[in-house]
């Protein structure tokens, strides 16, 4: 199974055996960091795995998840920090899905105390990872996402790369399923916007979230062999619609 596979079949695991996977795989899954490449080349970012098979490493709240591995990112504090922590470690997820473990985000999930930064680098979110309860698998037909109907509003009739495109991007895993994004089609490019809240900002989720939905797209493009760029377009905000913020733009290159 690949990256591309897992989007597929992956579910937030919130139950797990709290027994050690093999040094070796563990050791896999540590060194996939360093083969992703982020949204930013230019925000540095670190992982380090919290060993919790022996004995409670870390602080959760009443409604956090026991697992017996946490990983946790790591980023310099740069513009679109938080985005391109949600694009590497959704990667990192599929990537532990694609070894038949399962994972979940964790947000109230917090490292001891003294482990808040790295350096130059603030930690930004656990993700729970390991030997699941059950199958760590569903069917795509089984995610609780809303409808491309819903999310898409359509200016040309899309081709089927396009819907594949955003079929991934559909079964991105968002805080509290929020599904913040929205989409505006065209026949080779997509206009990505932000549903508003009561504030004018993304919250610090809602960025991340953004991350991950990007890391979904980019790798459905990568699976179909077609060149996207993620860009911000500065005439595009003109054409932004009641309640929604344009965040990037998806555009084929010719």
Same mark, same amino acid.
């Given at each position: 199974?690949?990256?591309?596979?897992?989007?597929?079949?992956?579910?937030?695991?919130?139950?797990?055996?709290?027994?050690?996977? @093999?040094?070796?795989?563990?050791?896999?899954?540590?060194?996939?960091?360093?083969?992703?490449?982020?949204?930013?080349?230019?925000?540095?970012?670190?992982?380090?795995?919290?060993?919790?098979?022996?004995?409670?490493?870390?602080?959760?709240?009443?409604?956090?998840?026991?697992?017996?591995?946490?990983?946790?990112?790591?980023?310099?504090?740069?513009?679109?920090?938080?985005?391109?922590?949600?694009?590497?470690?959704?990667?990192?997820?599929?990537?532990?899905?694609?070894?038949?473990?399962? @994972?979940?985000?964790?947000? @109230?999930?917090?490292?001891?105390?003294?482990?808040?930064?790295?350096?130059?680098?603030?930690?930004?979110?656990?993700?729970?990872?390991?030997?699941?309860?059950? @199958?760590?698998?569903?069917?795509?037909?089984?995610?609780?996402?809303?409808?491309?109907?819903?999310?898409?509003?359509?200016?040309?009739?899309?081709?089927?790369?396009?819907?594949?495109?955003?079929?991934?991007?559909?079964?991105?895993?968002?805080?509290?399923?929020?599904?913040?994004?929205?989409?505006?089609?065209?026949?080779?490019?997509?206009?990505?916007?932000?549903?508003?809240?009561?504030?004018?900002?993304?919250?610090?989720?809602?960025?991340?979230?953004?991350?991950?939905?990007?890391?979904?797209?980019?790798?459905?493009?990568?699976?179909?062999?077609?060149?996207?760029?993620?860009?911000?377009?500065?005439?595009?905000?003109?054409?932004?619609?009641?309640?929604?913020?344009?965040?990037?733009?998806?555009?084929?290159?010719?």
């Amino acid at each position: 199974m690949n990256l591309y596979e897992a989007i597929f079949v992956r579910k937030s695991i919130r139950n797990y055996e709290m027994e050690p996977i @093999s040094p070796q795989l563990l050791k896999e899954i540590c060194d996939y960091h360093k083969e992703i490449e982020g949204l930013n080349a230019g925000i540095q970012t670190e992982i380090t795995v919290i060993d919790n098979t022996k004995k409670h490493q870390i602080s959760l709240n009443p409604f956090g998840v026991k697992a017996p591995y946490y990983m946790a990112i790591y980023t310099e504090e740069k513009d679109k920090a938080l985005m391109n922590a949600g694009y590497i470690m959704e990667q990192m997820s599929l990537f532990i899905c694609s070894k038949g473990l399962g @994972s979940c985000f964790v947000g @109230s999930a917090k490292p001891k105390p003294g482990m808040g930064k790295l350096g130059d680098k603030k930690f930004v979110i656990m993700l729970a990872f390991g030997k699941c309860k059950g @199958s760590p698998y569903r069917k795509a037909a089984e995610a609780k996402r809303m409808d491309l109907k819903e999310l898409s509003v359509y200016k040309e009739v899309p081709r089927q790369w396009m819907n594949q495109l955003l079929e991934g991007a559909r079964l991105a895993p968002s805080s509290m399923n929020s599904q913040p994004w929205r989409f505006v089609v065209y026949d080779s490019r997509i206009h990505i916007f932000a549903k508003k809240h009561n504030m004018n900002h993304l919250g610090k989720w809602e960025e991340f979230n953004f991350g991950v939905m990007f890391s979904h797209l980019m790798l459905v493009a990568e699976e179909l062999w077609l060149e996207v760029d993620l860009i911000r377009l500065e005439d595009i905000s003109h054409k932004n619609f009641p309640n929604n913020q344009y965040m990037l733009s998806a555009i084929l290159k010719p």
